[in-house]
């Protein structure tokens, strides 16, 4: 949970994907976004069948399509416009989306200066958006049940400045998650146990519902 004072290590949240555009809807609507199709794909961005780009097609297309876990909505967004309409549609039309400021403190050790609890801090519904690996930028989305998302300031521990404004997202129900899941490995724990909370990391974001 986090507390203001608190000095903990902050992880490597860098983006770590190569810079990518969103396509204009009208263009990605119109290409074979399917493993059924892959061929297509694979021709339109010039992917030999045993290359990495190959690889990449297929690995974000079954991802994309994998069968939702339990009280998982989920959406792969391939235009802006996509990823408004699915946030939309999950917390209705009053929205405010959310990302960590910068990667200042990444790596090292930060101070958690005032922390604010969206929807008042409350159990509540967000739609997290999170890069995949594709030709162009390509964001998979979903929804989970019960969990809290906060703001926090990110101090320098040792000057106590204020160096990044973070946000993190805290799962209340983690019963459904895989016993071999890393937070479980790291924490020590297992599913329904803990909640797991992390912060999100530079290009990723979180939608919530307007207050």
């Known amino acids: 949970m986090l507390k203001s004072g608190t000095i903990m290590p902050m992880p490597d949240?860098?983006?770590?994907?190569?810079k990518r555009s969103f396509l204009p809807r009208v263009i990605a609507a119109?290409?074979?976004?399917?493993?059924?199709?892959?061929d297509e794909l694979k021709?339109?961005?010039?992917?030999?069948?045993?290359?990495?780009v190959a690889k990449m097609i297929g690995d974000a297309l079954s991802e994309c399509e994998r069968a939702p876990s339990a009280g998982e909505t989920k959406r792969c967004a391939n235009s802006a416009e996509d990823m408004i309409d699915f946030a939309i549609s999950v917390l209705g039309r009053n929205v405010v989306v959310?990302?960590?400021e910068n990667t200042k403190g990444s790596k090292g050790n930060i101070m958690i200066g005032a922390v604010k609890g969206i929807n008042g801090g409350k159990v509540t519904k967000s739609v997290s958006c999170?890069?995949?690996?594709?030709?162009y930028l390509l964001y998979y989305c979903h929804s989970v049940p019960k969990v809290?998302?906060?703001e926090a300031d990110i101090l320098d521990p040792?000057?106590?400045?204020?160096?990044?404004?973070?946000?993190a997202i805290c799962h209340v129900d983690t019963s459904l998650w895989g016993p071999k899941h890393g937070a479980f490995i790291a924490l020590g724990s297992g599913p329904g146990k803990i909640e797991v909370c992390h912060w999100i990391f530079e290009n990723d974001m979180t939608w919530a519902t307007a207050e």
Do not use: W
Request: avoid cysteine; glycine fraction near 2%; hydrophobic fraction near 30%.
């Open 158 to 167: 040792n000057s106590k400045a204020k160096i990044n404004h973070g946000v």
């Open 148 to 150: 809290r998302v906060y």
């Open 130 to 135: 999170h890069q995949t690996l594709f030709p």
């Open 30 to 38: 119109k290409l074979p976004f399917s493993t059924s199709k892959i």
């Open 98 to 100: 959310r990302t960590t």
């Open 43 to 52: 021709k339109i961005f010039h992917a030999a069948n045993d290359s990495q």
């Open 13 to 18: 949240i860098k983006d770590k994907m190569p």
